[in-house]
């Protein structure tokens, strides 16, 4: 079993959905962080959390760490959105590596 | 512009040959992570360097060897190279290790083993 399990895989939405991607873990972390990578291959770091909740412009996400789960919302998603989001964290008392999701692969049609 | 760079941005090789792919760091970081992403196995960790040490090393192959210099770029040298090798080879920074701090990512380098 992967120590970072994210879900959907794939997700299909129409512009305007509200979106939430999951990612569940099983190692003890001292920070989570959602990335987001378009179809040209850059990734761009979006959240790094430890605890609570973050919000940037339409983007959401919380983490429980009590139940090693982690949530990215989208409200009012676009086109533009359109991307594989993936869940990483940072396991306590590494160096900073990170271990990775699979990724959720989100469409948003127009 | 991230402010990681990395180059070249596309390499095609042929099996058995040796590469080399670089990365700058972003201005002031000392860490920069090496990772894999292929079709199958998503993103792996391969090897951590700070202020030019090795600080973590993860699925690397023996094949494979990095170093980081005095200013700070690091370059992720792949010998002997197989088909299975072909992947995406991303370059990551940050300030510090062992802290919580963001990261950033380069563009990434696609290799393609022929």
């Known amino acids: 079993k992967n120590e970072v399990e994210q879900s959907p895989q794939n997700l299909t939405a129409q512009e305007g959905e509200f979106i939430t991607i999951n990612c569940s873990y099983s190692?003890?972390?001292?920070?989570l962080h959602w990335l987001q990578q378009h179809p040209g291959g850059g990734i761009v770091s979006l959240f790094m959390?430890?605890?609570g909740k973050k919000k940037h412009g339409r983007l959401i996400a919380t983490i429980n760490i009590q139940e090693k789960h982690s949530s990215l919302h989208i409200t009012a998603s676009h086109p533009r959105d359109s991307a594989v989001y993936i869940c990483?964290?940072?396991?306590?008392?590494?160096?900073?590596?990170?271990?990775f999701g699979k990724g959720t692969k989100l469409s948003v049609k127009p | 512009d991230s402010g990681v760079t990395q180059t070249p941005k596309h390499l095609i090789t042929a099996t058995g040959q040796r590469v080399t792919l670089r990365c700058s760091p972003r201005s002031g970081d000392l860490s920069v992570y090496w990772y894999q992403q292929s079709l199958d196995q998503g993103l792996q960790f391969l090897i951590q360097?700070?202020?030019?040490?090795?600080?973590a090393k993860g699925n690397i192959l023996e094949r494979f060897s990095a170093q980081q210099f005095p200013d700070l770029h690091s370059e992720l040298n792949l010998s002997s190279l197989e088909l299975g090798d072909s992947a995406l080879y991303f370059c990551a920074s940050s300030p510090w290790t062992g802290r919580d701090y963001g990261y950033t990512f380069g563009s990434g380098t696609r290799l393609t083993v022929v």
């Open positions: 360097y700070y202020n030019g040490e090795e600080r």
């Open positions: 190692v003890g972390i001292s920070a």
């Open positions: 990483a964290v940072k396991r306590g008392g590494s160096q900073g590596n990170l271990i």
């Open positions: 959390l430890s605890s």
